[in-house]
């Protein structure tokens, strides 16, 4: 095997589930989850060479992933996905057992919140470390404190409507 090809296998192997998550929190969709990832990891095979370490390659491949699904958001057609997603969201529930149902229902809540708030609480979700969180989305570690804070707050209105009704 190729040493490009080792070093891919090994980011991919070691990246891949979060960067779904990540696609997945943003459309709500897992067809369209994979076909992120899928978008995600060409560019990152394409760019390799390119990378020059002055981030973690985790961070690197974090931003691909956003800029990939930022890019996809706007050639959709948000209105009508809106509603696609919520009842491909609401038929999946039912195949669920109570703990799924509850995963559904975050991730439900999450895709309701605006994409900056998405991606962030995507990271933390996947447990990144704060500094990287703060590198990925360009802000300070404080201002990320406090803005987490507010994301759970509406995280936990949006859950607690959802979940009443």
């Not at 973690?56 to 890019?71: E, G, K, P």
């Not at 959709?76 to 109570?98: G, P, W």
């Not at 201002?143 to 987490?148: A, E």
């Amino acid at each position: 095997m190729e040493q490009k090809d080792k070093l891919f296998k090994q980011i991919f192997d070691s990246n891949s589930k979060k960067i779904f998550h990540l696609c997945y929190g943003y459309t709500g969709d897992t067809d369209a989850a994979n076909d992120l990832l899928q978008e995600t990891f060409l560019k990152v095979w394409q760019n390799l060479d390119k990378f020059r370490n002055k981030s973690l390659i985790s961070t690197w491949i974090y931003r691909i992933a956003v800029n990939t699904c930022l890019t996809y958001l706007r050639s959709e057609k948000r209105q009508a996905k809106d509603e696609l997603t919520d009842n491909i969201i609401e038929n999946k529930v039912e195949e669920f057992s109570e703990k799924n149902e509850q995963v559904a229902l975050l991730y439900k809540c999450i895709s309701k919140l605006e994409e900056n708030d998405r991606l962030i609480i995507t990271m933390v979700l996947d447990e990144l470390p704060y500094h990287e969180i703060a590198d990925i989305s360009g802000i300070s570690e404080g201002n990320l404190r406090v803005k987490i804070h507010r994301i759970k707050q509406k995280l936990t209105e949006l859950y607690s409507q959802y979940a009443s009704v």
